[in-house]
């Protein structure tokens, strides 16, 4: 079995973060380990408060994971200060890790900065050049390519600029109102447009992490980029079409909604 590891923030209510990457990690086939980088209080309305891991304490969780079961892929979600992506980008570096998926998760929903400016020079400057592959959001992908993006075309040249700033391929994702969840991958000189489907549901919370950990869980098994991408995003699509309708606010997906064993249909009619 591959190995897929994903450092990232803990969700209590599970639909993003670690908990959804390892659910995510799982149902596509390989073993998911995680490396904790930041406590969450939070649910479907929103982020109530958060404890960020010490240096030393994630850095004692990647040397041991990496001690004893190696991985084949690594996802990196929320990192929010310049020491822990430090130490992240070090243990990357030392270990030779191969197929390393960032999710740069720098702005909220909302449009507000989650990371303080010297955080994101350190991202920038340490940890997205070690990259194969960088999955901002629009708002994400005007910090990291310096414009505008405001249409079709403006995607296109912000991931050229990110691919090339950071000589990682760079799937800018859709959304924000600017088409219908079609993502572009900018790599090597040429890009292509993965098409996707507008899902009426309401209920997208954890759909990056979930992108970007499927992404990983393929890379890890060997496909290759194009492939493990259009895989993810039809995993995601099934997850959202599954229309799991929990919490008060922007609920999560179903994840599990492949499961077809015993153990899931004991007790579905109780």
Known sequence: MKIALTIAGSDSSAGAGIQADIKTM???GVYAESAITALTAQNTTGVYDILESSPEFLKAQLDAIFDDIYPDSVKIGMVSSKALIEVIADCLKERKTKNIVVDPV????SGSKLLLDDSIETLM??????????????????????????????????AKIISEKFSCKTLIKGG????????????EGKGVWFKGERIDNPNTHGTGCTLSSAIAANLSKGFSMEEAIKMAKDFLSAALKDGLNLGKGSGPM?????????????????
Not at 254 to 270: P, S, T
């Open 26 to 28: 799982t149902l596509n």
């Open 106 to 109: 720098m702005v909220a929903t």
């Open 125 to 158: 400057q340490k940890l997205l050049p070690l990259a194969d592959l960088l999955t901002p959001n629009i708002p994400e992908a005007e910090i990291l390519s310096g414009i505008e993006i405001k249409s079709i075309d403006d995607m296109e040249e912000a």
């Open 176 to 187: 924000h109102k600017l088409n219908d969840a079609n993502d572009y991958l900018y790599s």
């Open 254 to 270: 179903n994840h599990a909604f492949d499961i077809k064993d015993k153990y899931k249909k004991l007790g579905e009619n109780r």
